[in-house]
């Protein structure tokens, strides 16, 4: 890092203030359009800043728009989401870390390039699945969707914390005794935790953000998540943007929170092993 | 005689357990990703009525018909152009980005976290707040073109070419910073001591970078860039949400294509075939993605 040092720092400082511009300009927006009063969107030419402060549409918010309902449906969604990945993806992961048998490779293989399919390509099938199943309008739909695009990735960074863990430490807890199940829940997964967490809040994170989904399946506005409740109904007719950047920034705070929590493993993860920690 | 045949029996075992504990995570494949994306196959063989049954068995008419659709080229290579661009656009950026981030000064963890601020935020939810930024009678960003001299600033996603422009935009801003990120991680781990005989060598920043910096990332640059790709491609969210593929299918690429040839027009055959399109060309990039990460791997 030695040549990098203090070479040319006030050009450096300069083109980073102006990218972070850049990068932060509609989040600056947002702040700015939720702490106005209604009257003070639709004015010309518009201000940058209000001209009474206000934190009303944070609170307000919750009554005129139900966000409580699209809140309570995306927290459903994105635990059930979580839920049904880690009983899946657990044993799945322990396999192909620990256990040697044929094609084991093109599992690891497979669920790499899973992840990367998208969306749109099975939503029309699944559509006339869940409909023909009755699962239209039901969390169930997003919860069985989601896990099918977010599972291989969980199997994935689990393979590889499973892998981290000495086989010497299992080994020892076979011989004391303990069957192959008491090995994973009471040696492996204790130990390999803060790659479960990595996990399971990825996809939380995945399920809290999904909007094809919603968009597809979801037509009753009590059952609707925050990404499409908010698109739907705060975003119709004439938009009340104060309405919405507060309901935006509600909706962000969870997610972003989670997201430094994992985002250096996300990285190691999606790059793989030359991205070293 | 028993030795190996213990071992052997030992290495059943194993198999058979392995593959109890991958049955549940296979089987919700099968039922939920394999088969839906057979049936997929199976429709763009077949003539459809208005809410998707089959009807009549076509062979590859359905695909010969989108052939002849002067708009279904447009749309491939709207979709190919979006990706090119987005990607190119994202690895200079990011580049750009990791290479300021690799700089030490107070505060530099604090401005890593405010540049990966776009990729933690909710893409639908970006999409909406950029939206009304770019709204061209009250938004802000066209306030401040004129406060900065720029007497008609465009209205954004009111025209084809500017809202091509403005989503294509938007979905780069989202994808920046991983590229920053992994660009910058492995900036971290080139050993200093190259640096270092790049000094004694007397090396100008320019070519520190190209001999030094460069090749030491060029694997990761390849992981990243394909990695990219496909989530450029994949973008249904922005555009949806921003332009829903208009003014005039200006700003639709397969993605939305596909969703709004089965949801909103009811074409689930042209839907189909765009579907299978779809996936030979994400089938392509992602062998190509999983091939170069597990070599980085090795």
């Not at chain 1, 799945?92 to 256990?99: G, I, K, S």
């Not at chain 1, 393979?159 to 430490?169: D, V």
């Not at chain 1, 506005?221 to 109904?233: D, H, N, Q, S, V």
């Not at chain 2, 005039?248 to 189909?272: C, H, N």
């Amino acid at each position: 890092m030695m040549a990098w040092r203090n070479r040319n720092k006030p050009m450096t400082l300069a083109i980073t203030l102006v990218m972070l511009v850049l990068m932060l300009f509609p989040f600056a927006i947002m702040i700015t359009t939720m702490l106005r009063d209604g009257t003070e969107i639709y004015i010309r030419p518009p201000q940058w800043f209000p001209d009474r402060p206000t934190v009303a549409n944070l609170v307000n918010v919750w009554s005129e728009y139900n966000l409580f309902t699209y809140f309570e449906s995306s927290m459903i969604v994105a635990v059930g989401t979580t839920i049904l990945n880690m009983l899946l993806a657990i044993p799945a992961a322990y396999a192909v870390a620990r256990l040697r048998f044929p094609g084991r490779s093109f599992a690891l293989y497979l669920f790499l390039a899973i992840q990367m399919f998208s969306p749109v390509i099975i939503v029309i099938s699944l559509f006339r699945i869940f409909a023909r199943s009755g699962l239209i309008d039901s969390y169930l739909s997003l919860i069985l969707a989601n896990t099918v695009f977010t599972m291989s990735f969980t199997v994935w960074m689990m393979t590889g914390y499973f892998r981290s863990i000495p086989i010497e430490i299992e080994e020892a807890a076979r011989i004391d005794g303990c069957s192959r199940v008491q090995t994973i829940t009471r040696i492996m997964l204790p130990v390999a935790a803060p790659g479960l967490v990595t996990a399971m809040i990825y996809a939380f994170i995945w399920a809290w953000n999904e909007f094809l989904f919603a968009l597809s399946f979801i037509k009753a506005a009590e059952k609707m998540p925050l990404t499409l409740g908010i698109y739907r109904f705060v975003g119709r007719w004439s938009t009340q943007w104060e309405m919405l950047t507060a309901a935006a920034f509600l909706a962000l705070i969870p997610v972003v929170v989670l997201f430094y929590i994992i985002e250096r493993r996300l990285v190691q993860g999606l790059a793989g092993g030359a991205v070293k920690g | 005689m028993t030795r190996p045949s213990l071992l052997r029996r030992i290495s059943a075992r194993e198999a058979q357990l392995a593959y109890l504990l991958l049955t549940p995570a296979v089987a919700f494949l099968m039922v939920f990703m394999f088969f839906p994306i057979l049936n997929v196959f199976q429709m763009s063989l077949y003539e459809t009525n208005k809410i998707g049954r089959l009807i009549r068995f076509v062979w590859f008419e359905n695909y010969i018909n989108q052939m002849k659709n002067p708009e279904f080229w447009e749309i491939v290579l709207r979709s190919a152009f979006w990706t090119f661009t987005g990607v190119l656009v994202k690895t200079i950026l990011g580049m750009v980005i990791a290479l300021l981030l690799n700089v030490q000064y107070r505060g530099r963890k604090i401005v890593r976290m405010l540049f990966i601020l776009p990729w933690a935020s909710s893409v639908p939810i970006s999409a909406m707040l950029w939206t009304w930024v770019l709204n061209h009678e009250f938004g802000l960003l066209n306030r401040t073109l004129h406060l900065i001299g720029v007497a008609n600033p465009p209205i954004w996603l009111g025209r084809p070419i500017s809202s091509f422009v403005s989503t294509m935009w938007v979905d780069i801003w989202i994808g920046v910073p991983f590229m920053a990120l992994v660009f910058l991680a492995g900036m971290q781990s080139i050993g200093e001591d190259l640096y270092e005989s790049g000094y004694m060598d007397g090396v100008n920043s320019w070519q520190k970078f190209a001999y030094i910096t460069l090749p030491g990332i060029k694997h990761l640059v390849i992981i990243a860039t394909l990695l990219s790709a496909l989530w450029t491609f994949n973008d249904f969210n922005t555009i949806y949400i921003m332009t829903r593929g208009g003014p005039a299918g200006a700003t639709d690429i397969l993605i939305t294509g596909v969703y709004k040839s089965a949801f909103e027009w009811l074409k689930w055959s042209q839907a189909s075939v765009m579907a299978v399109v779809t996936f030979v060309i994400l089938t392509v990039v992602a062998v190509l993605y999983a091939r170069m990460y597990f070599r980085a791997e090795e």
